[in-house]
């Protein structure tokens, strides 16, 4: 599963999401940006958890623009992906949303 812990009624990413899910989420968020970049800044493991810290940039369409910080836990299982939690600041996404063209 992959988990963005917030409430999903005040925040449309919020909440948890399986495999297709999660897949249909980042398609839809993903597929305005003209340039997006994510940067790992740092990686630390122990046992089967790792975690990332990462920040995003992204331009588009037009000159709407994403910036965000992650912290992000990845849980393994049997040495395979098991559960994905992504901490970010909703109120980034929630300022790029609003820059997008509306149709």
Do not use: C, M
Not at 13 to 21: F, I, L, Q, T
Not at 37 to 52: K, L, P, Q, Y
């Amino acid at each position: 599963s992959w988990t963005l812990p917030n409430r999903p009624d005040r925040f449309e990413y919020g909440g948890r999401n399986d495999k297709a899910g999660t897949k249909a989420l980042l398609e839809g968020f993903l597929s305005p940006f003209t340039e997006f970049r994510f940067d790992v800044h740092s990686v630390t493991a122990e046992d089967d958890r790792v975690v990332v810290e990462a920040t995003t940039h992204g331009v588009g369409p037009g000159e709407a623009e994403y910036n965000n910080n992650y912290l992000i836990l990845f849980k393994l299982r049997d040495g395979k992906l098991f559960e994905v939690t992504e901490s970010l600041d909703p109120f980034q996404v929630l300022a790029y949303v609003e820059q997008l063209p509306t149709t």
